[in-house]
């Protein structure tokens, strides 16, 4: 399961040197990897410097985060893409350029990350970059064709910093018949798993997606199932630029939530109406269903109904809170799951920080213990880019990651991202090839150690 290894005991650990050097064995896998994430509402570039290692191929995955900080997304990048967006007119010309542009935005935090912590790129084995996503058509309708479009080009990115890269995860799932998101199964399962306890990872980004994972007991990492819960933080986010002109981007600690008084109609309205919170998983979603447009309808029905901006905001907080419970209560009992039964959610996401939304979590699961994610040893706000280290790692070695049994295909993905060679790619090959060697394929990893818990970040 997802444990932290014992303390290291004379300054040495297991494959490391006493200068924290990793010490490198001919047939295993050891490698440093930058893993990078931009989510939905632009706030920064999640950067997580992740060190990996693996005995053999069925040996338990030892991993550590090594450095993690969030670089800001330039204004004149984060401006100019929220109001495409929103208003979805765009042309191939400038589509194009933003791809190189946005390419350049991550080579370029590759090199903030690296100067800010007196990182050697040299030191980085491989980078694995989400990119930003523009549009994400996951469920699509009649005539559509599923796809996935995240922008920031691998090739510039390895180019730029001479660290292999790779890209696109999202369309690599979608090409073996999945729907693209959440990606986040693999990390929330080997962090999560527990012999006995039913625990249950809840993320609230821009959008709010939901792993379980039950006891190893009962299937664990076999048996998890996800999806995309609806809107996160996407709606109240947008809520504050409006009320603020764009001065504030967000609710710190949900501080004009609890100022307000909920209109409970204007939440169950909603709730009950949307499509697809009352469809059934497997589901992903985004901005395209739940942006800037669809909360600014909200507003106007709350300013219609006499709501102060703190009481819009404080309706709007409990949609998102409301119908994370919702989604337990409606679908987990159809894959024979009682969310009454689940001992532990951890939070994860910048919602997890908003009192409102975990004190409505607490008093709508009294029988769950909320915790932070960080409990793990890999703090909540780099468990994405996280996950996307390890997918790249994945990638290069062609091992097919865990796949929750909710999905639309089960089929194992042996193409996870699109590879960008670096200057060490001959030696990462070289790595990867002797990494079980002779063969034919490489089991999915359902076990994974922390070596040492990351204490350093502090949001």
Same mark, same amino acid.
């Given at each position: 399961m997802g444990s932290i290894s014992p303390t290291m005991q004379n300054g040495t650990a297991n494959g490391h040197q006493s200068n924290g050097q990793p010490t490198r064995v001919a047939g295993t896998l050891d490698l440093t990897v930058l893993g990078m994430n931009s989510g939905t509402a632009m706030d920064g570039i999640?950067?997580?410097l992740v060190h990996y290692r693996q005995e053999s191929p069925t040996s338990p995955l030892h991993m550590r985060v090594l450095k993690y900080d969030e670089i800001p997304v330039p204004q004149k990048m984060k401006k100019p893409i929220l109001q495409m967006l929103r208003e979805t007119k765009t042309t191939p010309s400038l589509m194009s350029q933003l791809n190189v542009q946005l390419g350049d935005m991550f080579a370029?935090?590759? !090199?903030e990350f690296c100067a800010k912590h007196q990182v050697d790129r040299d030191s980085i084995d491989l980078i694995g970059s989400h990119g930003q996503t523009i549009w994400l058509l996951s469920m699509?309708?009649?005539?559509e064709t599923r796809s996935a479009f995240c922008l920031g080009e691998g090739t510039i990115m390895s180019a730029k910093t001479g660290i292999t890269t790779v890209t696109d995860f999202r369309q690599a799932e979608q090409s073996v018949g999945r729907q693209g998101a959440p990606l986040v199964a693999l990390i929330d399962g080997l962090l999560l798993r527990h012999p006995t306890r039913m625990r249950l990872c809840q993320n609230i980004g821009g959008i709010a997606n939901l792993c379980l994972i039950p006891p190893d007991s009962q299937g664990g990492v076999d048996a998890m199932v996800d999806?995309?819960?609806g809107p996160g933080n996407m709606f109240i986010d947008?809520?504050?630029? !409006?009320?603020?002109d764009g001065e504030m981007e967000y609710d710190k600690d949900g501080a004009w939530a609890a100022q307000g008084t909920v209109c409970q109609r204007i939440v169950d309205d909603f709730l009950n109406s949307n499509d697809y919170i009352n469809r059934h998983p497997p589901k992903t979603t985004g901005r395209e269903v739940f942006g800037d447009n669809e909360c600014q309808e909200i507003i106007y029905d709350c300013l219609a109904a006499g709501l102060s901006k703190y009481d819009t905001l404080a309706t709007i907080t409990r949609i998102t809170a409301q119908n994370i419970v919702r989604q337990y209560r409606t679908f987990l009992p159809s894959y024979k799951i009682d969310p009454e039964h689940i001992v532990d959610i951890y939070m994860c996401g910048g919602g997890a920080r908003n009192p409102e939304i975990i004190k409505y979590l607490k008093a709508a699961m009294p029988n769950a213990v909320i915790r932070k994610l960080d409990e793990t040893g890999v703090p909540a706000d780099a468990k994405e880019a996280v996950s996307f280290a390890q997918q790249a790692v994945e990638a290069v070695l062609g091992r097919a990651a865990l796949?929750?049994?909710n999905s639309d295909s089960l089929e194992p993905n042996l193409i996870s991202g699109k590879i960008s060679p670096g200057k060490k790619w001959r030696d990462l090959m070289t790595m990867a090839a002797l990494?079980?060697?002779g063969a034919s394929s490489l089991p999915t990893v359902k076990e994974m150690v922390v070596d040492k818990a990351y204490t350093d970040w502090m949001p």
């Open positions: 999640d950067c997580a370029d935090a590759v !090199h699509p309708k009649e005539g999806w995309d819960c947008a809520a504050m630029r !409006h009320f603020t796949v929750p049994i990494f079980g060697e």
